[in-house]
């Protein structure tokens, strides 16, 4: 641990010469909650040494990026939940700029020319679950700067958009509960637990149900009407004394008859009955957010951000972190809904007969052009979180993206994990021998690879996850 907060060292020089310099400083982030959450804290960072900046949110990184930032020249890059994966491209590449990639997916080699590389998994952490791109962020943060303490939430936003709440009853671990402590510390952060419904305290019932997505209750996430007609069948007032009645309104009776009849409900929708546990949790809660805003409760600040991600609007979600509330937030909200509904329709689709194929090692699903490449990553982690699939399997998922690519996404459990899996390793040896790119973590990866290679890509992946099966595990 302490080694890896010291390979923080010249990445911090860099900020306060650049800083004092007055020198532009280029952000370079992934376009997801995370990624989000990791520009908004390096970009206030920025915006508080009182220099020039410039943030981007990338889908993928690729050739044209290294291209644009080669012909601006800017003194100081950073990447940030992106770049690990990718050293070999950014090395050499921008002699007049200095360099810092800050990330937590598993990286190609450990070191590159020019490069300061922050990555926790060359320290031995876990990137996957201890420690987020927003943390990471945060962390240069403040050691550069006390003051910057406060964006320790973006920290905890950026962890809860990864999913790395892994710990017992959905808690942070490892490096995040330092983050946690900071945040406390600073009176901004507080933590219970509770059931974990969008709008616990504020929201009439069935919103409160319908807008829960993590976890995703299929037939009720994203369907206000099907939720309406669920809580009248379980016998729950919607309203008492012409007033909607929220979670904290009601009695503990009917708690519990709303958690028995959830529980049957996901059982019949075919997902385990286990999932149910999914429902009770740690809630963080932004104490310097408005009550009754989605953004005093942690998850849904994250699925905000994950919904302007998946949605094209990155720079709206960046604008949030920002501080940017009003109307920003409310273009956040449509856009959040309207995310919810897509995927609620996503999920239809390919739950039709004969849609997911069973290999030897792997589920299949085979989105082509009828899924959105931004969002079958998402609609394949709730296949498998809802426990759909019945074999203990990883499952890839594909969508054609653009200029001839697929993009893949592979997902598989903790359970997986366990046994040896690990699907960055996979995607970035399988993406490699088809001439594409591809690499992550070990439970959520991915890969983009020309389509007409798909066939063999996916027969190479089934093999190559089976051998991790069986062979107990390579790293
Ligand atoms: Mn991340």
């Known amino acids: 641990m302490e080694s890896f907060l010291s390979s923080f060292k010249s990445a911090v020089e860099l900020l306060r010469r650049h800083g004092e310099r007055g020198d532009q400083i280029r952000i370079v982030t992934h376009s997801d909650a995370d990624g989000i959450a990791a520009g908004g804290a390096l970009t206030l960072t920025a915006m508080r040494l009182g220099v020039p900046f410039k943030a981007s949110c990338e889908k993928r990184f690729h050739e044209g990026l290294m291209e644009e930032l080669a012909s601006e020249e800017p003194p100081l890059v950073i990447f940030s939940d992106i770049g690990s994966g990718y050293l070999d491209m950014v090395e050499g590449r921008l002699p007049k700029s200095d360099v810092v990639v800050l990330d937590h997916h598993k990286p190609i080699k450990a070191e590159a020319e020019g490069v300061v590389h922050i990555n926790p998994l060359l320290h031995d952490l876990d990137g996957s679950r201890e420690v987020s791109a927003a943390g990471l962020a945060y962390l240069l943060a403040e050691m550069l700067d006390e003051g910057n303490r406060d964006l320790s939430v973006l920290g905890i936003i950026g962890a809860l958009g990864d999913q790395q709440d892994k710990g017992e009853r959905r808690s942070l671990l490892g490096l995040n509960t330092r983050i946690e402590a900071s945040a406390k510390e600073a009176g901004l952060l507080e933590t ?23 976890p995703f209750i299929p037939g009720l996430s994203g369907r206000e009407d099907s939720c309406v007609a669920f809580l009248k069948e379980v016998g729950i007032e ?48 932004i104490k310097g957010e408005e009550r009754g805003t989605s953004m005093r409760d942690g998850r849904e600040y994250a699925s905000l951000l994950n919904a302007c991600a998946r949605m094209e609007r990155p720079g709206l979600g960046l604008s949030l972190c920002l501080g940017d509330r009003g109307s920003a937030l409310r273009e956040a909200e449509e856009t959040l809904d309207l995310y919810r509904r897509r995927i609620a329709e996503y999920l239809d689709l390919v739950r039709e007969e004969g849609r997911i194929e069973e290999l030897g090692n ?15 990553g998402v609609v394949a982690s709730i296949l498998l979180s809802t426990g759909m699939l019945k074999s203990p399997k990883p499952i890839i998922a594909w969508a054609s993206s653009d200029d001839g690519l697929i993009k893949v996404s592979a997902r598989a459990t903790e359970a997986m994990a366990r046994e040896g899996i690990h699907l960055g390793a996979v995607m970035m040896e399988a993406a ?38 069986h062979g107990g595990g390579e790293d």
């Open 238 to 285: 919607l309203k008492r004394g012409g007033r909607w009645r929220a979670l904290r309104d009601l009695s503990e009776e009917e708690k519990r008859r709303l958690f028995s009849s959830l529980s049957k409900h996901l059982v019949h929708e075919g997902c385990s009955s286990e999932m149910v546990h999914e429902l009770i949790g740690t809630i963080y809660t």
């Open 362 to 376: 792997i589920y299949v699903l085979r989105g082509r052009d009828e899924v959105d490449d931004r969002l079958i």
């Open 432 to 469: 490699e021998r088809f001439q594409g790119r591809g690499g992550g973590h070990d439970i959520a990866a991915g890969a983009y690879i020309p389509e007409e290679l798909e066939a063999s890509f996916i027969e190479l992946v089934d093999k190559l996850i089976g051998e991790q099966r």
């Open 192 to 214: 219970g637990v509770d059931l974990i419904f969008y709008g616990y305290e504020t929201r009439p019932l069935a919103k409160a149900i319908a807008y829960t997505t993590t």
